[in-house]
């Protein structure tokens, strides 16, 4: 039965004490990692007497979140505990050996989205790695993410792993950071003393509840939940600069938009394509370059389980260069990284030869049959 909704990290806290007796700990994580009382897992760890807090960790954007997208992180000491600051996206994206000595076990609580773009799962990997060759225990702590029942997107060609896709499953995966720590153990057949401190009082459910901790952007872009669920709809502006996510503003990912962009024809377009899940509204946003206004399209997710984010961003890129012209769309793209958030080289070449979004997508459900069948072995929450 449901009850009362505690994190990873109060459950590990208190249950799970006995994992920390006497432990120098390190810690992967961020200001966006709190409890229900708004307290930091780095604070509730550091004021413990179970263990000493002797590491952090902090990813992209670093441990305070201030940093830009792709923006590296230099080390640096804690400024009020003075103990070393490592950055997991600067220098190296690696945990050092001599760090590692400092500790004997680690702890791992990042707020995700579910989302294989998304660096955060690409961090977990490598610590994992990284805890396994060094023969330290860790800890993940978990947290809920935005679509935690939806698979979408193509599976991972190995030969485009990066750091923006560095697991192999589809892009949208559908685990909580624990539930993806003991699909990646088994996957990579990691020799690792895993642990998940899971959560309490939680089931698959893609709303916050009421009983959630407040909202804190895991990095300047995500500033909603409502943002992560969007978040693989629109990505892909990250490779198609010609268009404006609202980045300047409070709906990032939520709205795309470009002077030449007519929202009424965007919005009427993608209405009767049969999207579930979504629906989209004409909206106007300054630009962030220029501050001028931009004629867009909001993207509202109305039933987050039926949703699906990247079959909607092949249909968003489909009607634009139907209705605007490919021409436009694709000025100044990035195409190898468009090809490595996708993890894939076919949804652009069929994109760029004009294929109806329908059939790039529809071979997606049969290639990651066997994904799904690993996933369900990982699900740690009922729906």
């Known amino acids: 039965m449901r009850g009362y909704f505690q994190t990873g990290a109060d459950v590990l806290l208190g249950r799970h004490r006995r994992w920390l007796q006497g432990a120098r700990v390190g810690l992967v994580s961020h200001l966006a990692a ?26 992209e954007h670093g441990f305070f979140g201030a940093a830009g997208a792709g923006v590296g992180v230099r080390h640096a000491r804690h400024p009020r505990w003075r ?17 590692l000595e400092r500790i004997d076990l680690l702890i791992f609580d990042l707020q995700d989205l579910g989302a294989r773009p998304y660096t955060y799962v690409s961090t977990l990997r490598y ?64 020799n690792l003393d895993l642990r998940v401190a899971t959560m309490r009082g939680y089931c698959r459910q893609s709303g916050r509840a009421a009983d959630w901790p407040a909202w804190i ?21 990250e490779a198609l600069p010609a268009l404006e996510i609202g980045r300047g503003g409070n709906m990032a990912f939520q709205v795309f938009g470009a002077p030449w962009l007519r929202g009424a ?4 377009w993608l209405s009767d394509q049969g999207l579930r899940g979504v629906n989209f509204h004409v909206w106007e946003f300054p630009a962030q370059s220029s501050g001028r206004l931009l004629e867009g399209v909001r993207i509202t997710v109305t039933d987050a389980r039926r949703f699906r984010p ?41 994109l760029l030869a004009e294929r109806d979004w329908r059939k790039i997508v529809a071979p997606w459900s049969g290639a990651s049959r066997g994904f799904r069948a690993e996933r369900r072995a990982a699900l740690l929450y009922d729906e």
């Not at 952007?217 to 502006?237: D, K, N, Q």
Request: one cysteine or more; a positive charge; hydrophobic letters at 40%.
């Open 34 to 59: 709190v409890n229900r009382g708004g307290k930091l897992t780095a604070d509730l760890l550091h004021d413990t007497r179970l263990g000493r807090l002797a590491v952090l960790w902090g990813p």
């Open 217 to 237: 952007p895991p990095s300047p872009g995500i500033r909603s939940w409502e943002t992560g669920c969007c978040y693989l709809a629109t990505v892909f502006t």
């Open 310 to 350: 990247v079959r909607t961003s092949l249909a968003i890129i489909d009607g634009l260069q139907r209705l605007f012209g490919r021409a436009r769309l694709w000025r100044g793209a990035r195409p190898v990284f468009f090809d490595k958030l996708y993890g894939s080289t076919r949804p652009r070449r069929e």
């Open 265 to 268: 024809g965007a919005v009427a």
């Open 127 to 190: 610590v994992m790695e990284a805890a396994a060759t060094a023969g330290k225990p860790l800890i993940v702590a978990d947290r809920p993410i935005p679509l935690p029942c939806v698979v979408d997107g193509p599976l991972l060609q190995p030969e485009l792993q990066s750091f923006v896709g560095a697991v192999p499953a589809p892009m949208a995966y559908g685990m909580t950071p624990g539930e993806t720590a003991l699909w990646l153990h088994r996957k990579l057949g990691l």
């Open 83 to 99: 103990i070393p600051l490592r950055s997991l996206y600067g220098v190296a994206r690696r945990m050092q050996p001599e760090d």
